[in-house]
DNA sequence: AATGAATGAGACTTCATTCAT
DNA sequence: AATGAATGAAGTCTCATTCAT
């Protein structure tokens, strides 16, 4: 990639960076091109030089957080710590993500709210992957007797929904710190699995 | 309640079922007054003679779901079992709620998505209600010492976080029928009230 | 049909005559949504009331137009006169419309260049069909030993092509009336089929 | 010319031929200035520095192709063979270009729906000379006695028109060849003549 | 009570054109 | 000489809403 490329790729990165800060703020569904050119200073006529058509720009803007979260998640699992551990760090690392980018990472789970068909695929093909770790910590855990669990499939999607749902009623100015939430919300959900 | 007004309610609550019906089926922000007034063989325009507004129609679609699911829970709190018997009866109606009426019980989730300003008070009040009763339960199980719980409002948002999420995943093709799973469900969200 | 049908077919008809007399003065690809419906002082919204594109308006427009200049033709096919007067008479009225449709019954030339595909295999027939009844009318020419020619189809294509052409340079202040003109072309165009 | 004026003059020819091409493969309306300039694996902005705008482009596309067929008709005046074979061959050489440059030859056909004021006057003119060689060859076997023909003029848009014509239909795959569609539409053009 | 018709604001998208580098 | 980037005007289309009848 050469500089020119380089600096492309950056302002693509830019236009994603704050087109979910807009969706933060105002909501998927009344974000419009204009609102996320404005907050760059671009027109919208300048998003299409980046992004073929607001689906797209959505898209990746989708791609690129959920990328970010199976990363992380990613290097959790490969950490040499219990299962439990691994899991509470999960949980926490997946309530950060969903307080931060709540109406993105939302599309995740509504993607045919929202996107034609020829995306949905892409998009529950990487959601079914980010899950997938989540069964792996699981999976292990069951082999190093650390939990007990016969449902595993459900016993996973009970924790991401009731992280999930975070979202609904996180406040900063709430009573408890968000370190102290993602304590609690980590210790409860950890009981389902023993 | 002359005839005139009982007819008038009654059309009313017809257009709300249909409502319900037309945004199950073409998700939320898809359905245009046209769609629902198709449903209905009527035209968009004589809506409006029941309904001041795209979003009071919406308000009153979510209310009726609302109380029916407030009702049904208040039921449950008045019999004469177990808290423990209480809650799970309680997380069943959830869970059938939330698969049946997904579209419409989401609104509860972000009004501010849909709703301006002078609707997402009271929207808010009645969801609150709704979840205070799931609150009165635990209370319940304390005091009969049926549940240890520290952080009660948490462990109350972790279940019914968790039973909201069915929605995404449910589907009635699925390995396990809808009672399994409402079974399953109850047995592990119980476990965080122990 | 009842009385509004009526209305609404009444007005589907005016709004393709007006867009006919737009497209006529501002050229095909210069007429918008905006203008087509200035001329009868509606708003562009209103059009998308009566039909579901610009495309499908255009379609219309053209169909009609195709419609009317085939009936004609039929017409004149069914006379009891020599095929030579029938031939005549069918090059005037073809003439006529090719003056007075200009911009519409070019449509009917190069439909690829306007429509998707969808419209074009029902313009491409009911061109052909047009087309046909020139086809028939030599052919039964032939029969009768008025016309002698071997090449049918070319004769016919030679014929309708000089016959289009005319748009390009006619207009009301030239040398000849357009009744002469019509007069002199047909005479000139029998030569080529004996 | 000194060599970087003849390397832009070639470069602009280079453009002018792709323009052609691309014009003929995707239409006229179809064609915006980044395909020309993909064709040639340049930048739409390069395109700017030869030409001022598109329409020049457009004109001098025209131009190009015009003045070539105009040259092809000279030499076949300047030839010394009957008014017969001279209006055949002419014929043959109009229908050629007419087929394969049909896009831009259309131009000269209606240059108002495209063109501007200031552009329509010298291609009319243009135009109008093309005409005139034809006038001029009719006129010739007028003279010599070979033609018999009362309205020139007419008898010569007659002519035009109907070899413009087979731009609609023509199709390499068709049931004749180029070559014989040529010689029967000149054989039987010619009949008007006599 | 109901509807057909019309409206207008606002959204997405395209593309010729400009310009600093 | 060429280009990447940005612009802005213009066009199509959607849809909640209004209103005379």
Same mark, same amino acid.
């Given at each position: 990639?050469?500089?020119?490329?380089?600096?492309?790729?950056?302002?693509?990165?830019?236009?994603l960076?704050?087109?979910?800060?807009?969706?933060?703020?105002?909501?998927f569904?009344h974000t419009?091109?204009?609102?996320?050119?404005?907050?760059?200073?671009?027109?919208?006529?300048?998003?299409?030089?980046?992004?073929?058509?607001?689906?797209?720009?959505?898209? $990746?803007?989708?791609?690129?957080?959920?990328?970010?979260?199976?990363? *992380?998640?990613?290097?959790?699992?490969?950490?040499?710590?219990?299962?439990?551990?691994?899991?509470?760090?999960?949980?926490?690392?997946?309530?950060?993500?969903?307080?931060?980018?709540?109406?993105?990472?939302?599309?995740?789970?509504? +993607?045919?709210?929202?996107?034609?068909?020829?995306?949905?695929? +892409?998009i529950?093909?990487k959601?079914?992957?980010?899950?997938?770790?989540?069964?792996?910590?699981? *999976?292990q855990?069951?082999?190093?007797?650390?939990?007990?669990?016969n449902q595993?499939?459900?016993?996973?999607?009970?924790i991401?929904?009731?992280a999930? %749902?975070? $979202?609904? %009623?996180?406040? +900063?100015?709430?009573?408890f710190?968000?370190e102290e939430?993602?304590?609690?919300?980590?210790?409860?959900?950890?009981?389902?699995?023993?």
């Amino acid at each position: 990639m050469n500089l020119r490329e380089k600096k492309a790729a950056k302002k693509r990165e830019d236009i994603l960076r704050s087109a979910s800060l807009v969706i933060s703020r105002k909501g998927f569904h009344h974000t419009t091109m204009e609102d996320i050119a404005a907050e760059l200073l671009m027109t919208k006529g300048s998003l299409y030089y980046y992004f073929k058509n607001k689906e797209e720009l959505l898209f $990746q803007c989708h791609d690129l957080i959920l990328s970010n979260a199976f990363n *992380q998640l990613e290097d959790i699992y490969g950490k040499e710590i219990s299962s439990g551990e691994k899991m509470k760090a999960a949980i926490k690392v997946h309530l950060d993500i969903a307080i931060q980018e709540k109406e993105i990472f939302n599309l995740t789970v509504k +993607p045919e709210q929202i996107f034609s068909k020829e995306y949905i695929d +892409p998009i529950v093909k990487k959601r079914d992957a980010y899950a997938g770790l989540f069964d792996r910590m699981i *999976q292990q855990g069951i082999q190093k007797g650390e939990f007990t669990v016969n449902q595993k499939k459900m016993a996973r999607m009970i924790i991401l929904g009731a992280a999930n %749902w975070i $979202q609904v %009623w996180y406040s +900063p100015e709430g009573e408890f710190s968000k370190e102290e939430i993602e304590q609690i919300y980590a210790d409860y959900l950890l009981k389902i699995l023993t």
